[in-house]
């Protein structure tokens, strides 16, 4: 993993009355998972969005391994952070296979191996690969598109995973199993997960920190589950 550090960190969306998110800081180390609860609307999409990149802060600044997001280039960022969302945001002109290729293809990975990663990422997630690689997001229930955002973003094998409410539209046995493969992935491969969650079980089971957010990201506690159910 790497350490993420957010340093003043603010964003004010054009045209919004106030920030969405108000000079935030917060240092999460290498290999830390870092759970955000928080209310609807209290900037946590916000606050992983600009880590990722996709939307720029209004200021303050964000770095990844002691490296300034801005500073990286945008190819290297995207094999750096492996980002999945609630919606899973496929591709829907692409079937699930090329969807979770997207990462490797850009860095150049062989065919060979972007195929046996698809297969590996796939069974991991619970998905027959025979069934599902040539099925276009469509032709997907919710959950099983979810899990797709999932291998996706975990296909590159980046160091940082952004996860946002992933498991969310997933039924209760497989975000049990799901939950389970990240707990051990993490065990084996030390990446640094910031996870969104409203379930705060799953923010106790997975989290080595909680961050409980309130309006604009302030953070009102960042602790680990132990102190946090003891508060
Ligand atoms: P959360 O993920 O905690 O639910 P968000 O980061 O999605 O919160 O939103 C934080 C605040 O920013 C909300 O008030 C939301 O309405 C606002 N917001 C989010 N995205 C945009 C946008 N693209 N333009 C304007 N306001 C936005
Ligand atoms: P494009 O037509 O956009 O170039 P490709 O057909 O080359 O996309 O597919 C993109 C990647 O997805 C390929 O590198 C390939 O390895 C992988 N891929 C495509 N279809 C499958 C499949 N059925 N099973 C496994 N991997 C696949």
Redesign the pocket.
Known sequence: GASIELENLS?Q????PQP??DDVNMEIKAGEVVI?V????????????MINRL?EPTGGRIRIGGEDVTDIDPVKLRRKVGYAIQSAGLFPHMTVAQNIALVPKMIGWSKTRITSRVEELLDLVGLDVGEFRGRYPRQLSGGQQQRVGVARALAADPPVLLM?EPFGAVDPITRDHLQDELIRLQHELHKTIVF?THDFDEAIKLGDRIAV?REQ?HIAQFDTPEAILTN
């Open positions: 964003k969306y054009p045209g919004s969405a998110v955000f928080g209310p609807s609307g209290c900037g946590k999409s916000t606050t992983l969005k939307i946002d969104v957010l990201s």
